[in-house]
């Protein structure tokens, strides 16, 4: 083995033993396209923003937190996508819960469920815009019924783009949790119905225990189609005061001044901002059992 | 597939605990399904007053549309050029699939198969696109694409689509190819094929229905993303979300029927998208691969 004349051999024979072999090349064609089109770009932003059009390397960093319009945008998007997407997980639950078993209408259930997905922003916002405007639906069923004197203001606000946050999330969340909780193996909670367990206690002894690690990849992946909220703020929101979110000052920055470090330093806070709320709850994920689930997340 | 069957709720065995589980249950049971209903309700209200008021002639402070009329949809048809745009959008979407399948599977295969060193770095680059904000990966990206003179056409916005993408088709195929048995590859070695041929004549053929499932998943994602088309279209390559993201902020431009219209015929194009999806995929399997029969 030790003979001189083959030591590429023995080389390839050592990393193939640790696993490096010539089927790793299939890995290359998705290791250049994401270096190329994710990290380069990445780190052009990063660096794009340390050189802003006047000032020092992080004076757009701090044109961005001296501001109090600007730095409110990370709160106001906060104050936006946490809610939703809590609401979106924890209605999830009791309804998949009850959708696990078998029963007549259950697929039709689940499509319905699903539709929602094929809505789109636009449609969505100019439904709310319609149903639940002063003259919509919403509000003449609420005055013919004399539950209110006048119409409840509900869109070009906070409100509006919550709602379109649930009708969005919802679906996409309830698959998710369905998912996860379809993976948990029936059996145990027998097991523990043998036992003498009632439902609540199996709730939350075993279902929700095995249910945690799926909740927290679910509210995460929630929580960044909330985050990322830009259409539905500018459509049913009131773009200009409560509801400007960070992206739409990352976006007036790059399209309306263009200003691409200022934009490039926004959208890293943005994103820090997001990866700093998933580490939190990822975190706190893994002090739950993070064994097989069925779910691999 | 098509069947969700599942072995049947635990029953508690002793009558006492049943009565006991009836009284807790059954108001649960009805918050529940009240809330969905409710739910449902307003749901239903939002579309249908899109649907009402695209075939609606007049509507203002009124329960229904004085007269109803199909106009809007031929003036929505021909104002907003939609052939070009659903053209558009299709040859997008396409490309985005074919491409990101491509490069998606064999990675997936490399990480569903292979244990080596710093696999869980190289699993968390992938993740992080899907992780991330489009908006933020999105400005950068369109900034390069700029640099670089490919944004603004077709081939930036298809390369600004594949960075969800990929990440989306390696995630979803992994479990996939993890259920294949290795051992069936280990026979084919055997017989000779090399990697080439293991992969077309064998692999592939399994994976069908996976590659079926996350490339129509990967479809309806990608005319439905806003951000990233958005971020790098120019006006002759925009997809159908941003010509009517585009309609609907420029209002008092264009009638608001015709951007119902238009809406309505975006949806209908996802929901044929979705049905033929759900005839692939169950929905409940996306994230578990659950078995769908009872053991016996």
Same mark, same amino acid.
């Given at each position: 083995m030790s003979g001189a004349g083959r030591p590429l051999t023995h080389w390839r024979h050592r990393l193939a033993e640790r696993g490096?072999?010539?089927?790793?090349?299939?890995?290359?064609?998705? !290791?250049?396209?994401?270096?190329?089109? $994710?990290?380069? =770009?990445?780190?052009?932003?990063?660096?794009?923003? $340390?050189?802003?059009t006047k000032g020092g390397p992080f004076s757009d960093y701090a044109r961005f937190f001296s501001d109090s319009y600007e730095r409110g945008t990370i709160w106001i998007t906060l104050r936006i996508a946490l809610p939703a997407a809590l609401l979106n997980v924890l209605a999830a639950v009791p309804i998949a819960y009850r959708m696990r078993g078998r029963f007549r209408g259950k697929r039709l259930v689940t499509t319905l469920l699903v539709v929602p997905i094929t809505l789109g922003t636009v449609l969505t916002a100019q439904g709310l815009l319609n149903f639940l405007g002063p003259t919509g639906w919403f509000n003449?069923?609420?005055?013919?019924?004399?539950?209110?004197?006048?119409?409840?203001?509900?869109?070009?606000?906070?409100?509006?783009? &919550? &709602?379109?946050?649930?009708?969005?999330?919802?679906?996409?969340?309830?698959?998710?949790? !369905?998912?996860?909780?379809?993976?948990?193996?029936?059996?145990?909670?027998?097991?523990?119905?043998?036992?003498?367990?009632?439902?609540?206690?199996?709730?939350?002894?075993?279902?929700? =225990?095995?249910?945690? =690690?799926? !909740?927290?990849?679910?509210?995460?992946?929630?929580?960044?189609?909330?985050?990322?909220? &830009? =259409?539905?703020?500018?459509?049913?929101?009131?773009?200009?005061?409560?509801?400007?979110?960070?992206? !739409?000052?990352?976006?007036?920055?790059?399209?309306?001044?263009?200003?691409?470090?200022?934009?490039?330093?926004?959208?890293?806070?943005?994103?820090?901002?997001?990866?700093?709320?998933?580490?939190?709850?990822?975190?706190?994920?893994?002090?739950?059992?993070?064994?097989?689930?069925?779910?691999?997340? | 597939m098509a069947t969700t069957t599942q072995a049947p709720p635990a029953r508690p065995p002793a009558t006492s605990t049943d009565r006991r589980r009836r009284i807790v249950a059954r108001p649960a049971a009805w918050i529940v399904w009240g809330v969905v209903i409710f739910f449902f309700l307003n749901l239903l209200g939002v579309v249908a007053s899109v649907l009402v008021s695209s075939f609606g002639q007049r509507w203002f402070d009124t329960w229904l549309p004085d007269g109803y009329t199909t106009s809007w949809y031929t003036r929505a048809w021909d104002e907003f050029a939609l052939l070009q745009v659903i053209v558009v959008t299709l040859e997008v979407s396409v490309l985005v699939v074919g491409l990101s399948l491509v490069?998606?599977?064999?990675?997936?295969?490399?990480?569903?198969?292979?244990?080596?060193?710093?696999?869980?770095?190289?699993?968390?680059?992938?993740?992080?696109?899907?992780?991330?904000?489009?908006?933020?990966?999105?400005?950068?990206?369109?900034?390069? *694409?700029?640099?670089?003179?490919?944004?603004?056409?077709?081939? #930036?916005?298809?390369?600004?689509?594949?960075?969800?993408?990929?990440?989306?088709?390696?995630?979803?195929?992994?479990?996939?190819?993890?259920?294949?048995?290795?051992?069936?590859?280990?026979?084919?070695?055997?017989? #000779?094929?090399?990697?080439?041929?293991?992969? *077309? /004549?064998?692999?592939?053929? *399994?994976?069908?229905?996976?590659?079926?499932?996350?490339?129509i998943l990967v479809l309806v994602r990608t005319v439905g993303m806003f951000e990233l088309t958005f971020l790098t279209a120019g006006p002759d390559s925009q997809t159908l979300v941003v010509a009517l993201y585009y309609s609907m902020s420029a209002s008092g431009i /264009?009638?608001?029927?015709?951007?119902?219209?238009?809406?309505?015929?975006?949806?209908?194009?996802?929901?044929?998208?979705?049905?033929?999806?759900?005839?692939?995929?169950?929905?409940?399997? *996306?994230?578990?691969?659950?078995?769908?029969e009872p053991e016996h």
């Open positions: 490096v072999d010539r089927q790793l090349w299939l890995l290359v064609p998705a !290791l250049v396209f994401v270096i190329a089109l $994710f990290l380069y =770009p990445f780190f052009y932003g990063l660096t794009l923003s $340390f050189q802003p003449r069923i609420l005055l013919a019924s004399n539950l209110v004197d006048e119409p409840v203001r509900l869109t070009h606000n906070y409100w509006g783009v &919550f &709602f379109s946050l649930v009708i969005t999330g919802f679906p996409f969340a309830f698959l998710l949790v !369905l998912s996860y909780l379809s993976g948990i193996d029936p059996t145990l909670e027998r097991a523990a119905a043998t036992l003498g367990a009632d439902w609540r206690r199996r709730f939350t002894r075993i279902t929700l =225990p095995l249910l945690m =690690p799926g !909740l927290a990849t679910t509210f995460c992946l929630t929580f960044v189609l909330a985050f990322s909220v &830009f =259409p539905s703020a500018v459509l049913v929101g009131n773009p200009a005061g409560e509801t400007r979110v960070i992206s !739409l000052a990352a976006y007036q920055a790059a399209y309306e001044q263009y200003d691409y470090p200022y934009a490039s330093a926004i959208a890293m806070i943005m994103g820090f901002v997001e990866l700093v709320i998933i580490a939190v709850v990822l975190a706190a994920r893994s002090r739950f059992y993070t064994g097989s689930t069925g779910g691999k997340g | 490069i998606g599977v064999p990675a997936a295969y490399a990480l569903a198969r292979r244990s080596f060193p710093g696999k869980r770095l190289i699993f968390l680059v992938f993740l992080l696109p899907i992780l991330m904000p489009p908006i933020t990966y999105g400005i950068p990206l369109a900034t390069v *694409l700029y640099k670089f003179g490919l944004a603004g056409h077709m081939s #930036g916005v298809v390369l600004a689509n594949l960075v969800p993408s990929v990440p989306f088709v390696i995630l979803t195929m992994t479990p996939f190819i993890e259920q294949i048995d290795p051992r069936i590859e280990s026979a084919a070695r055997m017989c #000779g094929a090399g990697l080439r041929t293991v992969f *077309l /004549r064998v692999l592939t053929p *399994l994976l069908v229905p996976g590659i079926l499932a996350s490339a /264009r009638a608001q029927q015709s951007v119902d219209a238009m809406a309505v015929i975006y949806t209908s194009m996802m929901l044929v998208l979705l049905v033929v999806a759900l005839r692939y995929v169950n929905p409940t399997q *996306l994230v578990a691969q659950v078995k769908d």
